[in-house]
């Protein structure tokens, strides 16, 4: 199935009134609050951007379902606030200096403020979702539950990813559905609780959102070498000079022989390349085939998502939804 052609305009336009929404009561939630210390880096964390894409889906899901803005935009805000506090504590992880062009939260205070400052915002989560009225907070937190355990998990993988010599394609990708994929799984699914979907089609949502998760992640493994928006924010290459293994440097090394595969394992035996080497493993990986297939990747799963968002019922968000899933896949940054 092919997703309906539809005038970009007014959903742009929709999405961005809704992560205006999100924008704006994101820093609301804690300003004035004592001790300054915790509650302003956990402010610099919340009001530095960001594409919000995870309580779109998740507004735009119970949009669909007939459900006010109002009622569901604490659990949007639940769940973005706790994307960050997964963010703050993969930067003190993965001793990052900046995110989106500023300070990471441990660089421009401490490493203790980061890990309160993340621990706080992993309460305040549950505290947001808790305030959705007309449905039962069980039925939320029972979607909640089990994806904090699936992305603690996944963010463990992908830590012991970098002392493995040898992690297979198909492991990386188990590690995207529970890192990536299992708040994304989250957003639609809870988006169909609050909306009233019945179980067979939220179960649905909760497989487009795993798709969506893994086309997501391919999509940010090919911008790390490809990016050339200034939006991207991040330096084009980081994942290969850090060592980090991705979807791009495991097909290189699958596909790779001979001197071609001794010139990617240095990946791995040294813990990365020389940021000078770059240039050269994006000549390499191009000729292997390898940026065209993680495109091929990204748009066969929005395919397969798109084709589990056929349980919604045909209204203006749903369409916009759509939208969404076919904007994230060709985008830039």
């Known amino acids: 199935m092919t997703s309906p052609s539809t005038t970009s305009e007014p959903h742009a336009d929709r999405v961005a009134a809704l992560r205006d929404r999100i924008d704006d009561a994101l ?23 960001g594409k919000r894409v995870r309580p779109v889906v998740l507004l735009l899901t119970a949009r669909a ?10 659990a949007a805000l639940a769940v973005e606030v706790f994307h960050n506090f997964t963010l703050v504590h993969d930067d003190l992880m993965d001793d990052d200096d900046e995110r989106r062009g500023r300070p990471t939260v441990h660089v421009k205070w401490t490493e203790g403020t980061a890990i309160l400052a993340g621990d706080l915002m992993l309460g305040l989560s549950y505290e947001l979702l808790g305030q959705v009225e007309g449905t039962d907070s069980d039925a939320l937190y029972d979607v909640f539950h089990p994806m904090v355990r699936k992305l603690c998990a996944g963010q463990a993988l992908d830590a012991a990813f970098e002392s493995e010599d040898a992690v297979s394609v198909a492991a990386y990708l188990d590690m995207i559905d529970q890192k990536t994929g299992a708040l994304l799984s989250a957003a639609f699914e809870l988006g169909g609780v609050i909306g009233g979907a019945p179980a067979p089609a939220q179960e649905r949502l909760r497989a487009a959102g795993q798709l969506v998760g893994r086309a997501f992640q391919i999509q940010d493994d090919l911008l790390d070498l490809t990016a050339q928006n200034e939006e991207w924010g991040r330096a084009v290459g980081g994942d290969l000079v850090r060592g980090k293994k991705t979807y791009l440097t495991l097909r290189a090394l699958e596909q790779a022989d001979g001197p071609e595969y001794d010139w990617f ?67 830039d940054y």
């Open 265 to 331: 394992a240095r990946l791995v035996t040294n813990e990365g390349l020389p940021p000078d080497d770059v240039p050269e493993a994006r000549d390499r990986m191009a000729d292997l085939g390898v940026f065209e297939e993680a495109r091929e990747r990204v748009a066969s799963y929005t395919e397969q998502a798109h084709e589990h968002l056929q349980t919604l019922p045909e209204t203006p968000p749903a369409e916009t939804l759509r939208w969404l899933l076919d904007h994230l896949k060709a985008r």
């Open 27 to 49: 820093p609301s939630l804690v300003e004035d609050r004592a001790p300054s210390s915790l509650y302003e880096s956990i402010h610099h964390v919340l009001q530095a951007g």
């Open 65 to 74: 379902y007939g459900a006010r803005v109002e009622r569901v935009l604490p």
